[in-house]
């Protein structure tokens, strides 16, 4: 994956996937419910990372066609290919949004937590690579849009009724 070119522009990240841009690029990704977005950031290189993770273990499923969906293939995949394009592991930082519980009301085993469980499959990858989790904003009950900007790292989220928050 090349990083986008060194314009302001938004790039969109999809579900299940990742895109790596450089300063100035921002970086968004919509529809953040039970999924978590993680984004990592090295301060020095201004190179920022985004993955929509979707589902947290990709050792419950025999056929694994897209690594970024899954928080233990994706986070390292990110990881290494910002390496690959000049970020340093030792500088990367993190940052988590999301892993609501979108369906209220409804019984835990039938939800499955998976909001729960895609975060805290994050933060122990995250954690197992040395990653530090500068801020998160997870959990609840809403959905939300995150937005990585690569000239600072700072992450904006809206949340349904265009509430902003900058972490």
């Not at 990704?29 to 977005?37: A, D, I, K």
């Not at 990592?40 to 990709?58: A, E, K, Q, T, W």
């Not at 469980?117 to 939300?144: A, C, F, Q, Y």
């Not at 989220?157 to 972490?167: A, E």
Request: proline letters at 5%; glycine letters at 12%.
């Amino acid at each position: 994956m090349e990083p986008a070119a060194r314009s302001n522009v938004e790039i969109q990240v999809g579900i299940a996937d990742y895109k790596i841009a450089m300063d100035p690029g921002r970086l968004i990704t919509l529809g953040l419910g039970s999924c978590v977005g993680v984004s990592l950031y090295d301060p020095l290189s201004r190179l920022g990372g985004l993955l929509h993770v979707m589902l947290p273990d990709s050792t419950q499923f025999n056929n694994v066609t897209k690594p970024a969906k899954f928080a233990d293939l994706g986070i390292p995949l990110i990881i290494k290919e910002m390496q690959s394009l000049g970020a340093s592991p030792g500088r990367i930082q993190a940052k988590l949004v999301g892993g609501a519980q979108m369906f209220l009301g409804l019984d835990d085993k039938m939800t499955l937590n998976i909001g729960h469980r895609n975060t805290e499959k994050s933060r122990e990858i995250l954690k197992k690579m040395g990653i530090p989790i500068l801020d998160e904003e997870v959990g609840g009950n809403r959905g939300r849009t995150m937005i990585l900007d690569t000239r600072n790292g700072q992450v904006t989220i809206r949340t349904l009724g265009n509430k902003l928050k900058v972490i």
